[in-house]
């Protein structure tokens, strides 16, 4: 993983760099330019010297000239055309130009040229642009080179200010490593940056959740216990009173029990186990389309026989519109088996049950009705807790069933809802999202 530090540091000083270059030539230009105007200065108070001077007796030969002027070269034409003076004549030089100032390339190099007239001879005064150039050049260079030279120290300190600028999120880096598995309280956001604050908040909300997760399993593990605590006592009573029984009879009834209490703490068992292979994480399979009505069929044979044995009718009522949805088929299986399951039990002998699927408007549905007791209205939400038994309930169950079912359904992102049932007992209906894949 790349360094923030770093990437500041390169972004900074590349940063840095390019603006300085800029600027160097911005200086360069406005240096030239700056130049151009002094030397054209030059150029033409040199000639104007030179036209006071009487040149006319000068030599056609080389011509000193003070070292003041030794950048710029001077050559003078007589009226026919012939040049009577040359200061450098070992140069390449332009040959006549216009009156005024002139930029003329003489194929080696441009120069700029200034010419005056006077008595029929033409004074001009020449300079090699490159000289500008390199003037310039020299200018913005020495206002440039030393911020170029400062770079070193320019890195140096965004290094140490960068890290400055990291250190909370260092510190929150130690506060958290520093931290115990069980050590779940907020971080402290005193003196945080505002930058740091979404950060460390973001941390105190996942350590909240987790908190509340471990709680809840702490929770669960508590009430498991104490709920398999009580069966386990109860079978191990039943087997000391078969090995006591003292005749066939007794010994018989005993075992009777103790294969009873053996079921309901297996039907125990299972239940855990699937409310914790629902829970999030615990077994997620992909989904894939599930018929709710043919599943719903499969399930109710399943009960079949328990029904028939509590003279209950036991049957489906087809409904019309698309009853397929995306889920876990297994996981449904299970929420129909938990429905269809706590109606047979609960529902006195010579009772009914009747398992409706369908589609509203608002998507695929499962319903579930009974001619039972019923569930009042101030206990329909208790009932989705965890363990939880109604006092006057006649069938103890493991109170598990209605919690997995609102298990399953989250996970399928349907509702469940508790009501009264036309049968006269309770209603149950868990409504999906409408159409497969929602």
């Known amino acids: 993983m790349r360094s923030i530090r770093h990437q500041l540091l390169f972004a900074l000083l590349t940063a840095i760099t390019l603006t300085l270059l800029l600027g160097g030539l911005v200086t360069y230009r406005t240096a030239r330019d700056e130049a151009n105007e002094m030397s054209d200065y030059h150029l033409r108070q040199l000639a ?19 070292e003041d002027v030794q950048h710029f ?11 009577i003076y040359f200061s450098h004549p070992r140069q390449e030089l332009p040959r006549q130009a216009p009156i005024g100032f002139a ?69 929150v880096t130690r506060a958290v490593t520093a931290r115990s598995a069980l050590a779940l309280d907020p971080l402290p956001e ?18 909240a959740r987790l908190q509340r997760a471990l709680d809840a399993q702490r929770e669960f593990i ?125 529902t006195p002998r010579g009772g009914r049950v009747d398992v409706a699927t369908g589609s509203a408007a608002g998507g695929p549905f499962v319903e579930v009705c009974d001619s039972g007791p019923g569930i009042p209205a101030e206990e329909r939400e208790r009932v989705f807790d965890r363990f939880y038994r109604r006092a006057h309930g006649e069938t103890t169950g493991s109170g598990l069933g209605l919690a997995i079912v609102r298990t399953v359904a989250r996970r399928h992102r349907a509702e469940v809802v508790l009501g009264d049932s036309p049968l006269g007992g309770l209603r149950v209906r868990v409504d999906f999202a409408a159409g497969p894949g929602s």
């Open 48 to 66: 104007l010297s030179l036209r006071d001077q009487a040149m006319s007796q000068m030599p056609r030969r080389e011509f000193g000239i003070d």
């Open 222 to 346: 508590a009430d498991a216990a104490h709920e398999l605590r009580t069966p386990l006592a109860a079978l191990t009573l039943q087997v000391q009173l078969a090995e006591r029984a003292g005749d066939e009879a007794s010994r018989a009834e005993g075992f009777s029990e103790l294969r009873g209490g053996l079921e309901r703490v297996t039907h125990s068992v299972e239940q855990l186990l699937t409310l914790a292979r629902q829970e999030p994480g615990g077994a997620d399979l992909p989904f894939a389309p599930v018929d709710l009505a043919e599943l719903a069929g499969e399930v109710i044979s399943e009960y079949q026989q328990l029904a028939e044995s509590r003279r209950i009718d036991l049957g489906a009522i087809p409904g019309a519109g698309q009853t397929v949805v995306d889920g876990d088929r297994e996981a449904l299986r299970v929420l129909l088996g938990n429905l269809i399951g706590n109606a047979v039990r609960y």
């Open 103 to 171: 930029t003329i390339d003489t194929g080696r190099g441009k120069w700029r040229v200034f010419g005056l007239q006077q008595g029929g001879q033409l004074i001009q005064v020449a300079q090699p642009m490159q000289l500008r150039d390199q003037l310039a050049l020299a200018a913005a260079w020495r206002t440039v080179a030393p911020f170029l030279m400062m770079l070193p120290v320019l890195g140096v300190m965004i290094w140490i200010i960068v890290g400055r600028g990291l250190r909370p999120l260092a510190s």
């Open 190 to 207: 005193t003196g945080t940056p505002h930058e740091v604050r979404p950060l460390v908040r973001a941390l105190n909300d996942l350590l």
């Open 73 to 83: 070269s001077v050559q003078i034409w007589s009226p026919d055309g012939t040049r």
